[in-house]
């Protein structure tokens, strides 16, 4: 059973592209969470979402930052007109049901976000 | 703002002791605590858990206990190996929720041989 898949692994931008990191749940999960890394920072919650329904994105910044997850494909997690106070490690967690026995997340390799 | 927190931002011991990382946390409504172990390049890992309506909860090696009265949580490894080194973070369900983490700066251990 493969685990929380993240692509790119590592992804470099020019401040004012677009960054767009996608996120596959381990298999049977629906429910998918993004975290933001700033470094030597612990992870910073930034959206939870179902299939296609956004339950909480309190984390997540107003502008320019969106995310979704379809009901066939990845879950994305889209940063229009990047600046440099974007770059970090974003993390997605998946888990079967929200409040499963241990409310446990698995979290998948991140993605490296480097805005030049 | 409510937040978890390190005592100790880096710990370094010798192959064969024990270690002890600590975490502060503020939300008293926080019912669920997680110790991760994130190595240099990967995701955070998931080493052991506890409620709050309990103290001491232990695993292979591993051991966590929660004072609550002063909202204090801490990781014990037994018999420490180089494998353990990692940044250790602990995390809360913030403010009793099912899914948002709160995650503390974390601790980075490192184990000479």
């Known amino acids: 059973n493969a685990g929380v898949m993240q692509n790119p692994r590592h992804l470099v931008r020019r401040r004012g592209q677009e960054a767009r990191l996608r996120c596959s749940p381990m298999?049977?999960?629906?429910?998918v969470y993004w975290y933001r890394q700033l470094p030597e920072e612990g992870l910073k919650f930034m959206v939870y979402?179902?299939?296609?329904?956004?339950?909480?994105e309190s984390g997540m910044p107003k502008e320019r930052f969106s995310a979704e997850f379809p009901k066939e494909g990845p879950s994305i997690l889209r940063i229009q007109q990047v600046v440099r106070g974007d770059s970090a490690a974003y993390f997605c967690?998946?888990?079967?049901?929200?409040?499963?026995?241990?409310?446990?997340?698995?979290f998948g390799p991140g993605t490296r976000l480097t805005v030049l | 703002g409510e937040s978890v927190g390190l005592h100790l931002p880096t710990l370094s011991v010798q192959e064969g002791d024990n270690s002890i990382i600590n975490c502060a946390y503020s939300?008293?409504?926080?019912?669920?605590f997680i110790w991760y172990k994130q190595e240099s390049g990967k995701g955070p890992q998931f080493i052991i858990d506890?409620?709050?309506?309990?103290d001491k909860r232990q695993g292979q090696r591993v051991t966590v206990l929660l004072n609550k009265t002063v909202k204090h949580l801490s990781l014990q490894i037994a018999a420490t190996q180089p494998g353990d080194s990692a940044v250790y973070f602990c995390?809360?369900?913030?403010?009793?929720?099912?899914?948002?983490?709160?995650f503390g700066k974390g601790t980075l251990l490192t184990v000479n041989p």
């Open positions: 967690a998946s888990s079967p049901e929200q409040g499963a026995r241990n409310n446990e997340q698995f």
């Open positions: 298999k049977g999960h629906s429910h």
């Open positions: 979402l179902q299939k296609e329904n956004i339950i909480d």
């Open positions: 939300n008293s409504a926080s019912d669920y």
């Open positions: 506890i409620r709050s309506n309990m």
């Open positions: 995390a809360e369900n913030s403010g009793g929720s099912n899914y948002k983490l709160t």
